[in-house]
C-alpha cells in the first residue's frame, strides 16, 4: 500500500505540476486527500506491520500520521480559498499545489519509515517542496527566505549524513550494517559509544533545523512568515512533527544505553534554550505570523524538555506534538482571514478585529487560550504532565525558570493577541473591508474543540497508541 | 599513496584560506574534485565495478568540471567582483585554520578505532569546520555557495572510509551531493542574480520581527 501511496501521490503532483485546466487540478487535490485519507485508515488497520522492508505502521507513525491527513483536509480548503482570492495564474497555482501534496507525502512516508537513511531522504524532499512553497509570491522578501530556508536546510541535511556516517562506524564493532532502528536498538549493548555520542550529536543538530530548536530554527521562522498561510501551517506542525520523529526514534535508541544520562542533558540544553530564544524574542516581535512561528520554537522547547526529564515526559511530549498541530494549524489558517482584512502582518497597523470579523476574532481567542496552554485547553494537560516529569526529575530550579519564562511568553502573546482584537488600529481605513464568511472558520474551531477533547477526555485508544509509542523507552 | 592525496587535500584548505580571487576559489575545488577521483581509486577497491565507475564519474564529471564551470559562469553572468573579500585578514585566516586542523588532530588522537583510517577522519572534520569557517567569514553569496561545496567534498571523504563496508553510504553521500547543490545552484542563477544586483550578504537581512 505506501508504494501505491507514493507512487498514486507522485502521479498526482505530475499532473498537477503540467495541468493548467482549474477543474482538473482542483479534483486532483480532492483526488489525493482520499488518498492520503484511504492511507491512513489501512495504516491503522495494519498497525504493527512492515511493508517494503523500510516502512513499518508503528504507534508513533500511525498517530502521527493520522493527525498529518486530518490537518491536511483544511490546509487544502483553505490553499484553495487563498489561490482564489489571490487570483493566483495558473503556473503558480500548478506550483503551489504539486510542492503541497510532495510535501504532504514526503511527510507521511518520513513518519513511517523505521531506516535512519530513509527518514533522511524524506526529510531531504521536504526541503525541496517547502522551498517552492516559501518562494510563491516571487518577490525579494521571499526569496531571501527560500535562500535562507534551503541554505540552512542543505547545511542541516549535511550534518545528518555525517550522523549517519558516525553511526554506521559504531555499528561496525557491532558486525553489522543495517541501520535500521529496530537492529540498532537490538545491538545497543555493541555500539561504539564514542561514535554513538557523535552520532547522536550531528544527528539532533541537523532535525533541529526542521522541528525548530535551537541552533537551527533561524531558517524556519522565515519559512514560516514569508509561504503562504496554509503551507506556514503545514511548516509550522506536521513538518516540525517530522524532525520530532527523526529525533525521538534515535533518541530511543540512545536512551536504552549508559549515554542516556549524556543524552538527556544535550536534549534539555537545547530545549531550555529554546524556550529562553523564544521568550526573547516574543517580547519584541511585531509581525503576528512571526510571533507564531516563535511560539512554535517555545512548544518545541517544552516538548523536548518532557523528553529530557523522562518518566511521564515521554507520554506527554507526544500528546503535546498532537495538540500542538491541531492548534497551531488553526491559528495559522485563521491568520490568512486576518491579513485579508488588514493586508498587512504588523502589529502596528492591525486592531479591533471584532468589529470586521466576529467569528474570526473568537478564533484567535479561543486559539490564544489554547497555545498558551490555559485550561480548559489540551495542551495545559501535556505540558502540566511534562512540568510534573521535571519536578519528579528533581530539576526544581529549571522548572521555576522555565515557568517564569512562560509567564513571560503568555505576556507578550496576550499584549498582541488582546491588541488585535480591541485596540483600533491608528490610520486604518475601514471604508472597503472585506466581509469573510463565518464558515471559513469552521475548520479553526474543529480543531480546537477537537484539541481540547483530546487532551481532557482521551479516548482509550488514543491513550493506547501513545503508551506503545513511548513503550520502549526506559522508565 | 592514499594518505599523500588526503593531505594535499588538506593542503588546498590553507590556500584556499589565503587566496583572493573568487577564480581562484574555483580552481581549488575542481582540483579537489580530480584529488578525490584519486582516492576513490585507490580506496573503494572491494565494491562492484559498476558502482565504482558511479563514484568516479561523479568526482570527475560533478565535482571537477560541472559545479566549477557553472560557477564562473555565474560570476560572469552576474558581473560579481574578483575580490572574495573576507571580514578578516588572510593572515588570521590561516592562523584559524591551521588551528582547526590541530584540533581536529587533537580530537582523532583521543579515538581509538581500528576500523577507521584516522586520516580520512582528521581530513574530513577538518574540511568541515574550514566550510564553515569560510561561510562564516566571507562577504558575499556565492562564497557561502563554495563554501558549502567544501564541506561537501569534507563529507564525502568521511564516507569513502566507510565505502568498503557500506557502499549505499557512498551513493546517499553523492545523491546528497547532487541534490542539494542542483537546490542551491539552481536558485543561485535563476533568481539571487537577477534579483539582488551586487550579491552580498548585506541585502539579506531585510527579514525582521518588526
Given at each position: 500500500?505506501?508504494?501505491?501511496?507514493?507512487?498514486?501521490?507522485?502521479?498526482?503532483?505530475?499532473?498537477?505540476?503540467?495541468?493548467?485546466?482549474?477543474?482538473?487540478?482542483?479534483?486532483?487535490?480532492?483526488?489525493?486527500?482520499?488518498?492520503?485519507?484511504?492511507?491512513?485508515?489501512?495504516?491503522?488497520?495494519?498497525?504493527?506491520?512492515?511493508?517494503?522492508?523500510?516502512?513499518?505502521?508503528?504507534?508513533?507513525?500511525?498517530?502521527?500520521?493520522?493527525?498529518?491527513?486530518?490537518?491536511?483536509?483544511?490546509?487544502?480548503?483553505?490553499?484553495?480559498?487563498?489561490?482564489?482570492?489571490?487570483?493566483?495564474?495558473?503556473?503558480?497555482?500548478?506550483i503551489?499545489?504539486?510542492?503541497?501534496?510532495?510535501?504532504?507525502?514526503a511527510?507521511?512516508?518520513?513518519y513511517?519509515?523505521?531506516?535512519?537513511?530513509?527518514?533522511?531522504?524524506?526529510?531531504?524532499?521536504?526541503?525541496?517542496?517547502?522551498?517552492?512553497?516559501?518562494?510563491?509570491?516571487?518577490?525579494?522578501?521571499?526569496?531571501?527566505?527560500?535562500?535562507?530556508?534551503?541554505?540552512?536546510?542543505?547545511?542541516?541535511?549535511?550534518?545528518?549524513?555525517?550522523?549517519?556516517?558516525?553511526?554506521?562506524?559504531?555499528?561496525?564493532?557491532?558486525?553489522?550494517?543495517?541501520?535500521?532502528?529496530?537492529?540498532?536498538?537490538?545491538r545497543?549493548?555493541?555500539?561504539?559509544?564514542?561514535?554513538l555520542?557523535?552520532?547522536?550529536?550531528?544527528?539532533?543538530?541537523?532535525?533541529?533545523?526542521?522541528?525548530?530548536?535551537v541552533?537551527?530554527?533561524?531558517?524556519?521562522?522565515?519559512?514560516?512568515?514569508?509561504?503562504?498561510?496554509?503551507?506556514?501551517?503545514?511548516?509550522?506542525?506536521?513538518?516540525?512533527?517530522?524532525?520530532?520523529?527523526?529525533?525521538?526514534?534515535?533518541?530511543?535508541?540512545?536512551?536504552n544505553?549508559?549515554?542516556?544520562?549524556?543524552?538527556?542533558?544535550?536534549?534539555?540544553?537545547?530545549?531550555?534554550?529554546?524556550?529562553?530564544?523564544?521568550?526573547?524574542?516574543?517580547?519584541?516581535?511585531?509581525?503576528?505570523?512571526?510571533?507564531?512561528?516563535?511560539?512554535?520554537?517555545?512548544?518545541?522547547?517544552?516538548?523536548?524538555?518532557?523528553?529530557?526529564a523522562?518518566?511521564v515526559?515521554?507520554?506527554?511530549?507526544?500528546?503535546?506534538?498532537?495538540?500542538?498541530?491541531?492548534?497551531?494549524?488553526s491559528?495559522?489558517?485563521?491568520?490568512?482571514?486576518?491579513?485579508?482584512?488588514?493586508?498587512?502582518?504588523?502589529?502596528?497597523?492591525?486592531?479591533?478585529?471584532?468589529?470586521?470579523?466576529?467569528?474570526?476574532?473568537?478564533?484567535?481567542?479561543?486559539?490564544?487560550?489554547?497555545?498558551?496552554?490555559?485550561?480548559?485547553?489540551?495542551?495545559?494537560?501535556?505540558e502540566?504532565?511534562?512540568?510534573?516529569?521535571?519536578?519528579?526529575?528533581?530539576?526544581?530550579?529549571?522548572?521555576?525558570?522555565?515557568?517564569?519564562?512562560?509567564?513571560?511568553?503568555?505576556?507578550?502573546?496576550?499584549?498582541?493577541?488582546?491588541?488585535?482584537?480591541?485596540?483600533?488600529?491608528?490610520?486604518?481605513?475601514?471604508?472597503?473591508?472585506?466581509?469573510?464568511?463565518?464558515?471559513?472558520?469552521?475548520?479553526?474551531?474543529?480543531?480546537?474543540?477537537?484539541?481540547?477533547?483530546?487532551?481532557?477526555?482521551?479516548?482509550?485508544?488514543?491513550v493506547?497508541?501513545?503508551?506503545?509509542?513511548?513503550?520502549?523507552?526506559?522508565? | 599513496?592514499?594518505?599523500?592525496?588526503?593531505?594535499?587535500?588538506?593542503?588546498?584548505?590553507?590556500?584556499?584560506?589565503?587566496?583572493?580571487?573568487?577564480?581562484?576559489?574555483?580552481?581549488?575545488?575542481?582540483l579537489?574534485?580530480?584529488?578525490?577521483?584519486?582516492?576513490?581509486?585507490?580506496?573503494?577497491?572491494?565494491?562492484?565495478?559498476?558502482?565504482?565507475?558511479?563514484?568516479?564519474?561523479e568526482?570527475?564529471?560533478?565535482?571537477?568540471?560541472?559545479?566549477?564551470?557553472?560557477?564562473?559562469?555565474?560570476?560572469?553572468?552576474?558581473?560579481?567582483?574578483?575580490?572574495?573579500?573576507?571580514?578578516?585578514?588572510?593572515?588570521?585566516?590561516?592562523?584559524?585554520?591551521?588551528?582547526?586542523?590541530?584540533?581536529?588532530?587533537?580530537?582523532?588522537?583521543?579515538?581509538?578505532?581500528?576500523?577507521l583510517?584516522?586520516?580520512?577522519?582528521?581530513?574530513?572534520?577538518?574540511?568541515?569546520f574550514?566550510?564553515?569557517?569560510?561561510?562564516?567569514?566571507?562577504?558575499?553569496?556565492i562564497?557561502?555557495?563554495?563554501?558549502?561545496?567544501?564541506?561537501?567534498?569534507?563529507?564525502?571523504?568521511l564516507?569513502?572510509?566507510?565505502?568498503?563496508?557500506?557502499?549505499?553510504?557512498?551513493?546517499?553521500?553523492?545523491?546528497?551531493?547532487?541534490?542539494?547543490?542542483?537546490?542551491?545552484?539552481g536558485?543561485?542563477?535563476?533568481?539571487?542574480?537577477?534579483?539582488?544586483?551586487?550579491?552580498?550578504?548585506?541585502?539579506?537581512?531585510?527579514?525582521?520581527?518588526?
Amino acid at each position: 500500500m505506501i508504494g501505491v501511496y507514493l507512487l498514486g501521490a507522485l502521479a498526482i503532483a505530475i499532473i498537477l505540476f503540467i495541468s493548467r485546466n482549474k477543474i482538473l487540478v482542483y479534483s486532483l487535490a480532492g483526488l489525493f486527500l482520499v488518498l492520503q485519507s484511504a492511507f491512513a485508515i489501512y495504516a491503522s488497520f495494519h498497525y504493527g506491520s512492515t511493508e517494503s522492508i523500510y516502512f513499518t505502521y508503528d504507534s508513533l507513525g500511525v498517530i502521527l500520521l493520522i493527525t498529518m491527513s486530518i490537518v491536511a483536509i483544511p490546509a487544502l480548503i483553505h490553499s484553495y480559498i487563498y489561490i482564489e482570492n489571490h487570483q493566483e495564474n495558473a503556473q503558480a497555482r500548478a506550483i503551489y499545489l504539486t510542492s503541497m501534496v510532495l510535501l504532504i507525502m514526503a511527510i507521511s512516508a518520513g513518519y513511517l519509515s523505521n531506516h535512519i537513511a530513509v527518514t533522511w531522504i524524506f526529510t531531504e524532499i521536504t526541503t525541496l517542496s517547502a522551498s517552492a512553497l516559501i518562494y510563491h509570491h516571487r518577490n525579494k522578501l521571499a526569496l531571501e527566505g527560500t535562500w535562507k530556508y534551503v541554505f540552512i536546510c542543505a547545511i542541516s541535511i549535511t550534518f545528518i549524513f555525517i550522523g549517519i556516517l558516525f553511526l554506521s562506524l559504531s555499528l561496525q564493532h557491532a558486525g553489522s550494517d543495517d541501520l535500521s532502528f529496530r537492529n540498532l536498538l537490538a545491538r545497543r549493548a555493541e555500539l561504539n559509544p564514542v561514535w554513538l555520542r557523535m552520532a547522536f550529536l550531528f544527528i539532533f543538530t541537523g532535525f533541529t533545523a526542521k522541528l525548530g530548536l535551537v541552533p537551527m530554527f533561524t531558517a524556519g521562522i522565515d519559512a514560516k512568515d514569508k509561504a503562504p498561510a496554509p503551507a506556514g501551517a503545514l511548516l509550522a506542525t506536521v513538518l516540525m512533527n517530522l524532525g520530532f520523529v527523526g529525533i525521538f526514534r534515535f533518541y530511543i535508541v540512545i536512551a536504552n544505553t549508559p549515554l542516556l544520562h549524556w543524552a538527556q542533558l544535550v536534549v534539555g540544553t537545547a530545549a531550555f534554550l529554546s524556550i529562553f530564544v523564544s521568550t526573547v524574542y516574543m517580547l519584541k516581535v511585531k509581525n503576528v505570523k512571526r510571533m507564531l512561528a516563535y511560539s512554535g520554537i517555545e512548544h518545541m522547547g517544552i516538548v523536548m524538555l518532557g523528553v529530557a526529564a523522562g518518566g511521564v515526559g515521554y507520554y506527554a511530549a507526544v500528546l503535546h506534538i498532537i495538540l500542538h498541530a491541531f492548534v497551531k494549524s488553526s491559528l495559522f489558517f485563521q491568520f490568512n482571514q486576518l491579513y485579508r482584512v488588514f493586508q498587512d502582518k504588523s502589529i502596528y497597523h492591525i486592531g479591533n478585529y471584532f468589529k470586521y470579523n466576529a467569528t474570526g476574532a473568537m478564533v484567535l481567542l479561543f486559539g490564544f487560550i489554547s497555545a498558551t496552554a490555559m485550561p480548559p485547553s489540551g495542551l495545559f494537560v501535556s505540558e502540566f504532565l511534562i512540568f510534573k516529569s521535571i519536578f519528579d526529575a528533581g530539576q526544581i530550579v529549571l522548572l521555576i525558570v522555565v515557568l517564569l519564562l512562560l509567564t513571560l511568553i503568555i505576556f507578550a502573546f496576550g499584549k498582541n493577541i488582546f491588541k488585535v482584537l480591541f485596540i483600533p488600529a491608528v490610520g486604518f481605513d475601514d471604508s472597503n473591508v472585506e466581509k469573510i464568511s463565518p464558515w471559513e472558520s469552521l475548520s479553526q474551531f474543529l480543531f480546537l474543540a477537537f484539541a481540547v477533547y483530546l487532551g481532557l477526555n482521551p479516548p482509550a485508544i488514543f491513550v493506547q497508541l501513545l503508551k506503545d509509542s513511548v513503550s520502549l523507552l526506559p522508565i | 599513496m592514499i594518505h599523500v592525496l588526503l593531505i594535499t587535500f588538506i593542503i588546498t584548505l590553507f590556500y584556499m584560506a589565503i587566496a583572493n580571487r573568487l577564480m581562484t576559489y574555483i580552481k581549488v575545488l575542481a582540483l579537489q574534485g580530480v584529488i578525490l577521483f584519486f582516492v576513490v581509486f585507490l580506496q573503494l577497491s572491494e565494491i562492484n565495478t559498476l558502482n565504482l565507475v558511479l563514484i568516479m564519474l561523479e568526482t570527475i564529471v560533478f565535482k571537477s568540471l560541472a559545479v566549477p564551470l557553472f560557477l564562473s559562469h555565474l560570476l560572469k553572468r552576474n558581473n560579481i567582483t574578483r575580490e572574495a573579500e573576507p571580514f578578516l585578514p588572510n593572515f588570521v585566516s590561516l592562523v584559524i585554520t591551521t588551528f582547526i586542523v590541530v584540533i581536529t588532530i587533537l580530537i582523532s588522537n583521543t579515538i581509538k578505532d581500528d576500523n577507521l583510517d584516522k586520516i580520512f577522519f582528521v581530513v574530513a572534520l577538518s574540511t568541515l569546520f574550514f566550510g564553515l569557517y569560510l561561510i562564516a567569514t566571507r562577504r558575499k553569496i556565492i562564497t557561502h555557495v563554495m563554501g558549502y561545496m567544501v564541506i561537501e567534498n569534507g563529507v564525502f571523504v568521511l564516507s569513502l572510509a566507510v565505502g568498503n563496508e557500506m557502499p549505499m553510504l557512498v551513493n546517499l553521500g553523492i545523491m546528497l551531493d547532487i541534490f542539494a547543490s542542483v537546490l542551491i545552484l539552481g536558485i543561485f542563477l535563476n533568481k539571487i542574480g537577477d534579483v539582488f544586483k551586487n550579491v552580498s550578504v548585506d541585502q539579506l537581512s531585510n527579514l525582521k520581527d518588526y
